[in-house]
């Protein structure tokens, strides 16, 4: 599956975006997918991850309450919807799909989209 990245941004502490990821193939619904990020310096952290229907998601605690992930299936599209950013939520956001199981290591994740930029500043 490959899989793109899209939705960042420049913006203001407290606000919101929208990250969505368009993955390619018909196989879509047989992946776990994952939201990653990686800030300068620092290793690629667990963001959030939805299983394969969007019964079950779980978070990374410094973002629960204020992002939400979801699927849309028949898009064969993840999301990411953040609000109240904070400064330290500055990353390149990375998609990714897990064939298998249902985990927030990022070794676990077999396909990875291109990343998208976000950035908050105060």
């Known amino acids: 599956v490959q899989l793109q990245a899209s939705g960042g941004g420049l913006v203001q502490a407290g606000a919101s975006l929208r990250l969505s990821c368009a993955a390619s193939?018909?196989?879509?619904?047989?992946?776990?997918m994952g939201w990653f990020r990686q800030a300068p310096g620092k290793e690629r952290e667990f963001v959030a991850t939805?299983?394969?229907?969007?019964?079950?998601?779980w978070y990374e605690d410094s973002v629960k309450g204020r992002f939400t992930i979801s699927r849309d299936n028949a898009k064969n599209t993840v999301y990411l919807q953040m609000n109240s950013l904070k400064t330290e939520d500055t990353a390149v956001y990375y998609c990714?799909?897990?064939?298998?199981?249902?985990?927030?290591?990022?070794?676990?994740?077999?396909?990875w989209g291109q990343g998208t930029q976000v950035t908050v500043f105060s």
């Open positions: 193939g018909r196989t879509f619904s047989g992946y776990t």
């Open positions: 939805i299983n394969r229907s969007g019964g079950i998601t």
């Open positions: 990714a799909a897990d064939p298998k199981g249902f985990s927030r290591s990022p070794s676990r994740y077999a396909y």
